[in-house]
């Protein structure tokens, strides 16, 4: 069983930073691409962003792209999510997920293709 524990989130001010870490139990996350998503009140959950298991490829939501960095250091068994020039629309629940298939790398950014999942952690962008 893999357990991920989110935090870093709170509030902000539009315009602002903030960094979001991700921490996985076990030994075998530097095998496994990870993902981070979001949920604002009355939504579904969205993709955000994802890098593969080494850390060398990235991919991003358009919404995000340009303003938000993920990165991932296996070392610490940590994904980040540094968020720029954030914005009011960025309020929501973040969650970092793990991807389900060891050594492999999807894009498409569907739910579906995670597994393990974090309880979240509440961004507030105020204008």
């Known amino acids: 069983q893999v357990q991920l524990v989110e935090s870093g989130g709170g509030l902000v001010q539009a315009g602002g930073s903030l960094r979001l870490s991700c921490v996985a139990s076990?030994?075998?996350?530097?095998?496994?691409?990870m993902g981070w998503f979001r949920q604002a009140p009355g939504k579904e959950r969205a993709f955000v962003a994802t890098v593969s298991w080494s850390g060398g490829y990235t991919y991003y939501a358009d919404s995000v792209k340009g303003r938000f960095t993920i990165s991932r250091d296996n070392a610490r068994n940590t994904v980040y999510l540094q968020m720029n020039s954030l914005k009011p629309e960025d309020t929501a629940v973040y969650y970092c997920?793990?991807?389900?298939?060891?050594?492999?790398?999807?894009?498409?950014?569907?739910?579906?293709?995670?597994?393990?999942w974090g309880q979240g952690t509440q961004v507030t962008v105020s204008s």
């Open positions: 076990g030994r075998t996350f530097s095998s496994y691409a």
């Open positions: 997920a793990r991807q389900r298939i060891r050594e492999s790398w999807d894009v498409n950014g569907s739910t579906y293709q995670y597994d393990y």
